[in-house]
């Protein structure tokens, strides 16, 4: 599962997962062209993979668009394999996805992975401006999945061109136990959203493990989490930095979602005693990791340590641009 010349850390492969955000103060234009730099620096840098996430109606990200932005950072790299993490099958008929990410794989062959969510990654208004329909149900996503597939063996009446004959590895996301009871099931990859949703992540290991059925595509399981990594040269820079992940948590939260907003100095007087506690309890997740390269280090053998993971997925939600860089960096001098 991993790509030429990839680096890695403890054997296993290390990848970035990108929300394109926006920064307070900064465009779309601007976000995208940042994704490009930091893609084209991590394929040099000896990343596995770059996936993008299909998110609608958020004002903090740009990769509204996923297939879209795919084409454009395996166009902008050599190496590295670009993929969505994930499309959110829900929003999209299912020869679409085959013809554009079979379009993808033409253009840039074995080097595009299509990652699978069921979540609709909106409010139910911006579902029905994606969909027209609300009648869909988390029931009908194994039948989308499986008529994905089937437009990629050619068992469809329809026929997706491009699309038919290629092998695309798909894979399915989760925060529960739906996809990796499905990914068990079907024989696929599981990438797991640790970062995001950490008390599930050994549940949903061990039910994906212990329920896997070897296919064409995968003959043993393979996981992939998620991990928050903001990787400084020491634990303080790192700290401050890693407030603009806090502060986007707090908005998420309070269900006021905006842009990646600039690190502050004083959470104290910023935040509410209650807001403190929530931060503080955030952080506390083992897939969050902040601090500078020993502190990652450990943060990353504790966490592998944990959960015997075959890749992790870092997420880096940094405000400077640079600063984001210098955290992949920091990451990539870590691995073998």
């Known amino acids: 599962m991993t790509s030429n010349k990839a680096k890695t850390f403890h054997h296993i492969p290390l990848s970035v997962l990108d929300l394109s955000p926006i920064n307070e103060g900064s465009n779309p234009g601007e976000s995208l062209a940042n994704s490009t730099d930091l893609a084209q620096h991590v394929d040099k840098w000896g990343f596995n993979r770059y996936w993008l996430a299909e998110h609608h109606n958020m004002p903090g990200i740009a990769s509204s668009a996923t297939s879209v932005l795919i084409g454009h950072i395996a166009g902008a790299t050599n190496r590295i394999r670009v993929g969505s993490g994930g499309v959110m099958l829900p929003n999209h008929a299912s020869l679409v996805i085959a013809e554009q990410f079979g379009t993808l794989e033409t ?7 299509l990652g699978l969510g069921r979540a609709p990654g909106s409010d139910q208004a911006t579902a029905f401006a994606l969909r027209r329909t609300l009648n869909m149900s988390v029931e009908d996503f194994p039948l989308q999945v499986e008529e994905l597939q089937g437009y990629f063996a050619g ?9 038919e004959g290629l092998d695309i590895p798909i894979w399915l996301l989760g925060s529960s136990d739906f996809s ?3 990914s068990a099931h079907k024989g696929l990859p599981f990438s797991f959203a640790s970062h995001f949703s950490p008390n599930y992540t050994i549940p949903a290991l061990h039910l994906y493990r212990e329920r896997f059925q070897p296919s064409k595509s995968l003959e043993k399981p393979y996981a992939m989490l998620g991990v928050n990594v ?4 020491t634990d303080e820079e790192a700290q401050y930095l890693a407030t603009s992940h806090q502060q986007q948590f707090l908005n998420i939260r309070n269900g006021r979602p905006a842009k990646l907003q600039p690190p502050i100095e004083d959470t104290k007087n910023a935040w509410s005693e209650m807001e403190q506690a929530a931060v503080a309890s955030s952080m506390e997740s083992p897939a969050t990791i902040v601090g500078g390269p020993e502190t990652v280090k450990r943060g990353l053998e504790s966490f592998l340590e944990q959960t015997k ?7 880096s939600q940094i405000f400077d641009h640079q600063a984001r860089l210098h955290s992949y960096e920091v990451i990539s001098d870590l691995m073998d």
């Open 230 to 233: 903001i990787a400084a040269d």
């Open 309 to 315: 993971a075959d890749e992790f997925i870092i997420s």
């Open 180 to 182: 990796a009871q499905l």
């Open 155 to 163: 068992t469809e009446r329809v026929h997706a061109v491009p699309g």
């Open 107 to 113: 253009l840039y062959p074995g080097r595009i992975d």
